[in-house]
């Protein structure tokens, strides 16, 4: 099969629709299929990807490699048309021009076509059904997936009824991040959390969080935290834990492959997840299946994979985050009982569920009608 995987970011950004995209299109091009990446961010026109074909715009002179370059959507479109792709998968975010531009063209042209939601719609709705007043893109002969349940509900009551809208989770290679049994001194208690230092994920109220835990926690009970990620607030979160005098017992130790955060979750206690517009949850998916329990929020991507009071602890808000943090800390036998659960027991998602479920997808989108499928030919004068 011929699949082309259209979206705005992809690597070398680092992020979870970066990762999963990548990872997935490995996992079919093993398969044995053709696969190819569309892109909006710059790098080598069509330098492969671990043997994967990456279309996307050259960098300007001096510029950023990671950087979106948002007006080369039309060019990308073009690539995508001229793909003579068996399906065309768009991976699309809140602000994805090239994934909706791509959608649109595919739709017209009868091209089968998944489209999953990779964010959370619910604070954007009222943008999205003014923009189906506009277009009418509910009736696009479009077949809509997103990555847990809490993203699929908003674009369910966008769509309406009589669209259906699937789940189509985030993959992790579970064995992949076992780590090996360690013994877990209860005075000395690790704390960790991997994602970028951008607002939308909170680090701050991380750090506030993580002041007022320590504040609250016995002064017998050591307290480490490491923080993976890089982003543009790191120097503001460097001058946050100097200003409070934290810089003895919280690091930030900046991007890490996922070689160095196996070896961070190898000896922490358990982990953080502070988004509240979190869509999945990877990184915390990741940490759940090295045996660590997850503190997150609920209404998040996150529940779909943590049940409350087994795998984690699911939160109402950053106090009572602060709280659950403190409690675990102080409970050894509420960590270590979680500990043994997570690390003995598979996560409810996979990486054969995310396979099955998008070649489910896939066979939806072609439907019965592949030998009527307009050419390349036919594409280029249609569009």
């Given at each position: 099969?011929r699949i082309?995987?259209?979206s705005?970011?992809?690597?070398?950004r680092v992020?979870?629709?970066?990762?999963?995209i990548?990872?997935?299109?490995v996992?079919?091009?093993?398969?044995g299929?053709?696969?190819?990446?569309?892109?909006?961010?710059?790098?080598?026109s069509?330098?492969?990807?671990?043997?994967?074909?990456?279309?996307?715009?050259?960098p300007?002179?001096g510029?950023?490699?990671?950087?979106?370059?948002?007006l080369?959507?039309t060019?990308?479109?073009?690539?995508?048309?001229?793909?003579d792709?068996?399906?065309?998968?768009v991976?699309a975010?809140?602000?994805?021009?090239?994934a909706f531009?791509?959608?649109?063209?595919?739709?017209?042209?009868?091209i089968?076509?998944?489209?999953?939601?990779?964010?959370?719609?619910a604070?954007?709705?009222?943008?999205f059904?003014?923009?189906?007043?506009?277009?009418?893109?509910r009736?696009?002969p479009?077949?809509?997936?997103?990555?847990?349940?809490?993203?699929?509900?908003?674009?369910?009551?966008?769509?309406?009824?009589?669209?259906?809208?699937?789940?189509?989770?985030?993959?992790?290679?579970?064995?992949?991040?076992?780590?090996?049994?360690?013994?877990?001194?209860?005075?000395?208690v690790v704390?960790?959390?991997?994602?970028?230092?951008?607002a939308?994920?909170?680090?701050r109220?991380?750090?506030?969080?993580l002041?007022?835990a320590?504040a609250?926690?016995?002064?017998?009970?050591?307290i480490?935290?490491?923080?993976?990620g890089?982003?543009?607030?790191?120097?503001?979160l460097?001058?946050?834990?100097?200003?409070?005098?934290?810089?003895?017992w919280?690091?930030?130790?900046?991007?890490?492959?996922?070689?160095?955060?196996r070896?961070?979750?190898?000896?922490?206690?358990?982990?953080?997840a502070?988004?509240?517009?979190?869509?999945f949850?990877?990184?915390?998916?990741?940490?759940?299946?090295?045996?660590l329990?997850?503190?997150?929020?609920?209404?998040t991507?996150?529940?779909?994979?943590?049940?409350?009071?087994?795998?984690?602890l699911?939160?109402?808000?950053?106090?009572?985050m602060?709280?659950?943090?403190?409690?675990?800390?102080?409970?050894p036998?509420?960590?270590?009982?979680?500990?043994?659960?997570?690390?003995?027991t598979?996560?409810?998602?996979?990486?054969?569920?995310?396979?099955?479920?998008?070649?489910?997808?896939?066979?939806?989108?072609?439907?019965?009608?592949?030998?009527?499928?307009?050419?390349?030919?036919?594409?280029?004068?249609?569009?």
């Open positions: 099969m082309v995987h259209v705005d970011c992809y690597l070398p992020g979870g629709i970066e990762r999963q990548h990872d997935l299109a996992r079919q091009r093993q398969r299929h053709d696969v190819q990446i569309v892109t909006s961010v710059a790098g080598a069509a330098a492969g990807v671990d043997g994967i074909a990456v279309h996307r715009p050259r300007r002179s510029g950023d490699p990671t950087t979106i370059r948002y080369w959507s060019w990308g479109r073009r690539h995508v048309l001229d793909s792709a068996d399906v065309v998968h991976h975010s809140t602000i994805s021009p090239l531009a791509t959608a649109a063209a595919t739709a017209r042209l009868g089968p076509t998944v489209v999953t939601v990779h964010s959370l719609w604070y954007a709705s009222p943008l059904r003014w923009a189906d007043r506009a277009l009418r893109w009736e696009w479009l077949t809509w997936s997103a990555v847990s349940s809490v993203a699929a509900e908003p674009l369910r009551r966008i769509l309406g009824p009589d669209v259906p809208v699937a789940v189509l989770p985030n993959g992790v290679d579970a064995e992949a991040w076992r780590t090996p049994p360690t013994a877990h001194d209860a005075k000395h704390i960790t959390s991997v994602g970028r230092l951008a939308r994920k909170r680090p109220q991380l750090l506030r969080i002041r007022h320590r609250a926690i016995p002064a017998d009970i050591q480490e935290a490491v923080l993976a890089d982003g543009p607030l790191a120097p503001s460097r001058r946050y834990l100097a200003r409070h005098d934290m810089t003895q919280v690091r930030l130790v900046g991007a890490a492959c996922p070689e160095e955060i070896r961070i979750h190898a000896r922490a206690d358990l982990y953080v502070p988004a509240v517009l979190e869509s949850g990877i990184a915390a998916l990741e940490a759940r299946c090295a045996g329990p997850v503190v997150a929020y609920r209404g991507g996150i529940a779909d994979f943590v049940l409350d009071g087994v795998e984690g699911l939160v109402a808000d950053d106090d009572d602060m709280q659950r943090i403190v409690a675990l800390a102080t409970s036998e509420t960590l270590g009982r979680m500990r043994l659960h997570n690390a003995t598979d996560p409810r998602v996979s990486w054969a569920d995310t396979i099955r479920l998008s070649d489910s997808l896939y066979a939806r989108a072609i439907g019965p009608t592949a030998s009527t499928r307009p050419t390349t030919v036919d594409r280029a004068a249609m569009a």
